[in-house]
């Protein structure tokens, strides 16, 4: 049996050439096919649209003087609620693992470095094994 070496650690990932040992789960290297950095865009589109609802009422409590102060009030604040959402909204990067089968999406963070590091270390691993 081959000698197990680490490729890449840190607090809770450790990857070797045998074995990936993931939050919650343990994958064999040898049945691993590919390994490859998955994005999952942000879905502001939510909150964009919560924007543009809240300032049509800006717009509308504009030139009407009897629910002016109301209007303009409540569609700031979805405008701002709106905003907020959107922004706040990140992409999120998958370490996506294939077998034979199929693909699993094992490990999610907003950090694109700290997954391309842990996909290239399984790929390094998927190398080594041959």
């Known amino acids: 049996m081959a000698e197990e070496v680490s490729i ?16 919650g789960k343990t994958y064999a290297m040898a049945n691993v ?18 924007a543009i609802f809240g300032g049509l009422i ?8 009897d ?3 109301c209007a303009f009030f409540f569609g700031f604040v979805l405008l701002a609620i709106g905003v907020a959402y959107a922004s ?6 998958w370490v996506r693992i294939g077998s034979a089968s199929g693909e699993t999406n094992a490990l999610s963070s907003h950090d ?7 996909v290239n270390a399984m790929n390094e691993a998927i190398v080594q094994r041959g």
């Open 8 to 23: 890449y650690r840190d607090a809770q990932i450790q990857v070797t050439n045998l074995r990936a040992m993931l939050p």
């Open 33 to 50: 096919t590919s390994v490859a950095v998955f994005t999952q865009s942000a879905s502001k589109g939510p909150g964009i649209l919560l």
């Open 58 to 65: 800006v717009l509308i409590g504009l030139p009407s003087s």
């Open 67 to 69: 629910v002016r102060g």
């Open 88 to 93: 706040s909204q990140k992409t999120v990067y």
């Open 112 to 118: 694109y470095d700290h997954i391309s590091r842990i």
